[in-house]
C-alpha cells in the first residue's frame, strides 16, 4: 500500500492532464453523476466537442437543470442537445427505469458511469439492505452498465459503430486490504457494521468494482453476442469533486494538506476520465489510469485475487437475479 501511495504522488505531481480530444458531431453520451465534479466538466467538454445529445443521469432533477444551465451557458449550444435524467443509484427501481428509458434513444455512443459516493457515516440502503456505499459504487453500478448493454449492442448493429460503456474507478483499490474475501459470504460481512471501517469503505469499493469489471469485461469477450462494445473502467486520479461533499477531513482534517498539495483540478481530474470514451477496440477490458492502459494492482492479478474476483462476482450475481431476473443473461 504505502508503494501505491508513493506511485499515486508522484503521479498527482508529473503527469499532465490530456488538453485534445477529437469532435464529437451527431454523437450521443450518457453521463451519470453529471451534475458536479468530474461529471459536470466531462459532460462540458462533450458539449463543447460538439456532441448532438448528452444525457445528465442525476439523483436531483433540479441540482441536473442548474448543470445544463452552466454547461449551456459556457458553450453556447442549444438547449435541445442536453437532457437531465432522473438516476438514483441507491434505488433499484430507478436504476431499472433509466436503463429503461435509455431504449428510447436513437443511438448511444458512450456512457460513463461517473457516479459515486464516499462516505464516511454507515448506512443501508432501504431497497436491498446493502451499506450505501457498495450499494451505489458497485452493485447499482454494475447493474446499469448490464441493463444497457443490449441497447449497445444493438446500436453497434444498426450504425456500424462500437460504443464504450466506461465506469470509473480509482488508483486508490490498490490502497487497500481485502480480508472479506475469506469469509462465508462477502458481502453479509460487508454490511455488518459492527465489521466495517467507513474510513476504507471507499477504496474497499473501488476494489471490489475493479473485480465486477474484470469479471464482466471477461464474460463479454466470451459471450459471442453480436454487436460489438469496449467495456473499459478508468481512473482520474485524486482530484477535487462532488466526490468528496460528505468528507469533512478534505477541507479542515488530516486529508486537507494531501489535497492542497497534490489534488487535481476537477478540470484537470475530468480531461483523465475523457480518454475512456476515445479508446479503440483494443482498449475493451482495460484499465486505464492518467489516461493510459494498465494492470490493476499486483493484489488484483494474484492467485488470490482472482479467486477473490469469482466469489465477488457471484454473490453480485446473486443480488442483482433477485432484482432483475435474467439479467446475467444480458452480458
Request: aromatic share 6%; net charge positive.
Amino acid at each position: 500500500m504505502a508503494a501505491a501511495f508513493g506511485k499515486l504522488f508522484y503521479r498527482q505531481l508529473t503527469v499532465k492532464a490530456p488538453d485534445s480530444f477529437p469532435q464529437v458531431p451527431g454523437k450521443t453520451y450518457i453521463i451519470t453523476g453529471a451534475n458536479s465534479g468530474l461529471g459536470l466538466e466531462a459532460a462540458r467538454t462533450l458539449s463543447r466537442l460538439n456532441a448532438a445529445k448528452l444525457i445528465l443521469g442525476v439523483r436531483t432533477i433540479s441540482k441536473g437543470e442548474e448543470a445544463k444551465q452552466s454547461i449551456l451557458a459556457s458553450t453556447k449550444r442549444d438547449a435541445s442537445t442536453i437532457e437531465v435524467w432522473p438516476l438514483d443509484l441507491n434505488s433499484y427501481s430507478s436504476v431499472i427505469e433509466f436503463a429503461q428509458r435509455c431504449e428510447t434513444l436513437d443511438r448511444i455512443d458512450g456512457v460513463l458511469e461517473n457516479a459515486g459516493v464516499d462516505l464516511k457515516k454507515f448506512e443501508k440502503s432501504a431497497d436491498s439492505g446493502d451499506e450505501l456505499t457498495i450499494k451505489t459504487n458497485v452493485l447499482s453500478t454494475v447493474l446499469l452498465g448490464i441493463l444497457l448493454l443490449p441497447k449497445l449492442r444493438d446500436v453497434s448493429l444498426r450504425y456500424g459503430i462500437v460504443p464504450i460503456l466506461s465506469m470509473v474507478s480509482s488508483q486508490v483499490h490498490a490502497m487497500v486490504k481485502f480480508p472479506e474475501a475469506k469469509d462465508p459470504n462477502i458481502f453479509d460481512t460487508l454490511n455488518d457494521e459492527k465489521k466495517t471501517k467507513m474510513s476504507e469503505r471507499y477504496f474497499l469499493s473501488k476494489l471490489v468494482l475493479m473485480f465486477a469489471f474484470r469479471e464482466m469485461s471477461d464474460k463479454m469477450t466470451a459471450s459471442g453476442k453480436k454487436g460489438k462494445v469496449i467495456f473499459n473502467n478508468v481512473a482520474p486520479g485524486l482530484c477535487y469533486s462532488g466526490l468528496h461533499r460528505n468528507n469533512p477531513d478534505i477541507e479542515a482534517g488530516p486529508q486537507a494538506l494531501m489535497m492542497k498539495t497534490i489534488a487535481r483540478s476537477t478540470v484537470d481530474g475530468s480531461a483523465f476520465v475523457l480518454p475512456a470514451l476515445f479508446v479503440g477496440e483494443d482498449g475493451h477490458g482495460k484499465y486505464i489510469n492518467d489516461g493510459k492502459a494498465e494492470e490493476p494492482s499486483s493484489y488484483v492479478r494474484s492467485k488470490c485475487g482472482q479467486e477473490a474476483q469469482k466469489k465477488v462476482w457471484k454473490e453480485i450475481m446473486q443480488k442483482l437475479e433477485a432484482v432483475s431476473p435474467g439479467v446475467e443473461r444480458l452480458i
